[in-house]
């Protein structure tokens, strides 16, 4: 049956559903054959199925064999009954079977293994059996099951698509399928249908607009999705995609300071926009931390993002979710690990720049460092080290070197674990008592490439940062984070993975979902009611 079912032109199209009930149906088939035979021997009658099926056989005998006394069929005595059958609605003449009933059971057998015949025979005589129910059934159980989910709870809706599969094309007979990656936005139902066909469509698509309704703003602290602006706002990561490009264009930097505005972000208050807020109110803001003054920057492209958002769908995307998707984006366009980012963060009403000033800090070192990131609810190694190769690529102010070069520790001598070599070429970009603002690359040999050599260089340390080398050089990190330093540093696939995953923990810190707890800001520098 097999091979049979693999001689058909469209059988590399074929599902698996559907080469199934092939194989179903002409089982059916050889099984109905036989007990035609059997049945005809036994009431002694003719059957014009039986007939049909050896005049079939009958024909490719003649075409192997081209001996004339061969022609006549041994099954019926009568000359004028070896003519070819023909197919009309009258009734066919009756005919006799031959009385030696071991005859037609040798011929039987001769043929058992003819499936080709029995397919012809499927298609002449009996109709495909069909397994499905009709499609208007399907589609009032689909109704039936969506209404029962939105009742007790409001469902996410990746969920709600996952139980329905709802494509308007695929839930419609006739209708032709629409790309599977369209948003749902963009999947309108078709005009071209009869009645039924409306009725059940228009039912899919209200119910689809209401899940949307639902899903966009009727849920209290709803969870984080990636589809959260689906129905919203479909082209929100191409609009601020588009935004960062052209940003580029002109500055080199911005894709590193755009991930670092998210991470400074989540670590304070969680991830809720709240660095973006300037001081008002006699609220101050975390901009003026320490951490963050005269060196936190992209604030106005993440404005120029915001307010072309607002152009395309008003009032929708949140600051917060601005700044994931920007991380996102800059990594990728940078060479690293693309992700679905988790969206459907608010922006808080508040800012803290208390707490701003204990973000993890380029001089802390690695006991320290761990704990603040236990504090963030992130692992103090695997996220430590992972979220510490952003700074693979990018720029630093020399300021944040100079005690490193000339009095690390109050020694008034350089950093012992610091490489000679590359300590020299420091000294020459950053002088002693010269301009704390000059730039360098964080890594010198890809400056600007999201990659794993950020690793390497602290393999043969040449980590700019003191809190970057104590990954691989404090006493404490052999047991903990230096391991891991080497496996990213022998493995890209291994740091990419391992990046992506923290940068999802991250994004999860304390998201702000509440509507009675956060906004959608109008302006990111801002809260509404100002």
């Avoid at 499927?122 to 989910?149: A, E, G, R, W, Y």
């Avoid at 082209?235 to 002109?250: F, M, P, T």
């Avoid at 690390?408 to 000679?420: C, E, I, M």
């Avoid at 040449?462 to 080497?486: C, H, M, N, W, Y």
Wanted: hydrophobic residues 40%.
């Amino acid at each position: 049956m097999s091979f049979v079912i693999r001689q058909r032109l469209d059988f590399h199209t074929l599902t698996s559903s559907e080469v199934l009930d092939e194989f179903v149906a002409m089982n059916i088939l050889e099984k109905t054959a036989d007990n035609v035979v059997l049945r005809s021997q036994r009431e002694n009658k003719p059957n014009l199925a039986l007939k049909a099926k050896l005049c079939v056989e009958e024909e490719e005998e003649e075409e192997e064999e081209s001996n004339p006394e061969d022609t006549k069929n041994p099954l019926w005595p009568k000359e004028k009954d070896n003519a070819p059958l023909k197919w009309s609605h009258h009734q066919p003449k009756a005919h006799t079977l031959p009385k030696n009933n071991m005859k037609a059971l040798i011929l039987k057998n001769m043929t058992k293994g003819k499936i080709m015949l029995k397919t012809v025979l499927t298609h002449q005589v009996m109709p495909k059996v069909k397994f499905s129910p009709p499609s208007k059934f399907k589609n009032k159980n689909k109704i039936k099951t969506m209404l029962k989910m939105i009742k007790p709870v409001v469902p996410d809706l990746t969920t709600v698509m996952n139980i329905l599969s709802i494509k308007l094309a695929v839930s419609t007979p006739g209708v032709q399928r629409q790309s599977a990656t369209a948003p749902l936005s963009q999947q309108v139902v078709p005009l071209a249908l009869n009645r039924h066909q409306q009725l059940g469509a228009a039912s899919l698509a209200a119910l689809l607009a209401a899940v949307c309704l639902l899903h966009a703003g009727g849920a209290a602290a709803a969870e984080l999705s990636v589809d959260y602006y689906d129905c919203t706002c479909p082209d929100a990561y191409k609009i601020v995609q588009g935004v960062l490009v052209e940003a580029h264009q002109s500055d080199p930097r911005i894709f590193a300071s755009l991930i670092r505005l998210h991470f400074h972000d989540c670590f304070v208050q969680g991830c809720d926009g709240s660095l973006l807020l300037d001081t008002f109110d006699g609220m101050e803001s975390e901009k003026d931390a320490r951490p963050n003054n005269g060196s936190a920057r992209g604030f106005d492209v993440v404005d120029a993002a915001k307010a072309a958002l607002e152009d395309a769908c008003p009032g929708v995307v949140s600051c917060a979710d601005i700044l994931a998707i920007a991380a996102e984006i800059s990594v990728e366009l940078s060479g690293g690990p693309g992700w679905n980012v988790l969206l459907g963060r608010l922006d808080s009403f508040t800012s803290s720049k208390a707490d701003a000033e204990n973000l993890p800090g380029p001089f802390d070192g690695l006991d320290v460092l761990r704990a603040k990131f236990r504090n963030a609810t992130l692992d103090d190694t695997t996220d430590l080290v992972a979220l510490s190769g952003g700074h693979t690529f990018g720029r630093v102010q020399c300021q944040f070197v100079t005690g490193r070069l000339y009095n690390f520790s109050g020694t008034n001598q350089p950093d012992p674990s610091l490489d000679a070599t590359y300590r020299a070429f420091l000294s020459q970009r950053c002088p002693r008592n010269g301009d704390g603002t000059s730039l360098n690359d964080l890594d010198p040999t890809t400056p600007d490439n999201f990659d794993r050599n950020y690793f390497t260089n602290l393999e043969v340390n040449r980590g700019f940062l003191q809190s970057d080398q104590e990954l691989k050089s404090d006493p404490g990190a052999a047991g903990t984070t230096a391991p891991i330093v080497d496996r990213f540093a022998g493995s890209q696939e291994a740091f990419f993975s391992s990046f992506v995953n923290s940068m999802i923990k991250m994004g999860n810190i304390r998201p702000v979902t509440d509507p009675s707890q956060g906004e959608v800001r109008n302006r990111c520098a801002f809260v509404n009611s100002n």
